[in-house]
């Protein structure tokens, strides 16, 4: 399963002046300020949807021809939508299973 489908030179790390950036320089201004937290949260935030989509577009390509997905959908609604979901479910999930462990206590 290759899912560097999608990688482009923002997902490799850009070269600013000849070195490599840190992964953690969001916005290539070779600094790390809040600019790069807060886009580093919403790449988090996005991983699930974004995770599915590039499993789809590198494994399925007729299921992705079919749903119209290409790199541009990484990171996009469609994708947050889905991140909301599969994160609404897993905090769903571990807030059972600690309110399970707290009544065995």
């Avoid at 840190?22 to 949807?49: C, K, M």
């Avoid at 939508?81 to 059972?96: K, P, R």
Wanted: contains cysteine.
């Amino acid at each position: 399963m290759d899912f560097n489908v999608c990688l482009t030179t923002d997902d490799a790390g850009l070269l600013f002046n000849g070195v490599k950036l840190p992964w953690w320089d969001q916005n290539y201004d070779a600094l790390f300020t809040i600019s790069d937290v807060w886009l580093i949260a919403g790449r988090l935030f996005h991983l699930p949807g974004d995770y599915l989509f590039r499993g789809i577009i590198a494994n399925a390509p007729g299921l992705a021809t079919f749903l119209e997905l290409d790199c541009s959908a990484i990171g996009d609604v469609a994708s947050g939508l889905i991140s909301f979901i599969a994160w609404f479910f897993f905090f769903i999930f571990w807030g059972i299973i600690m309110i399970m462990l707290a009544d065995h206590s």
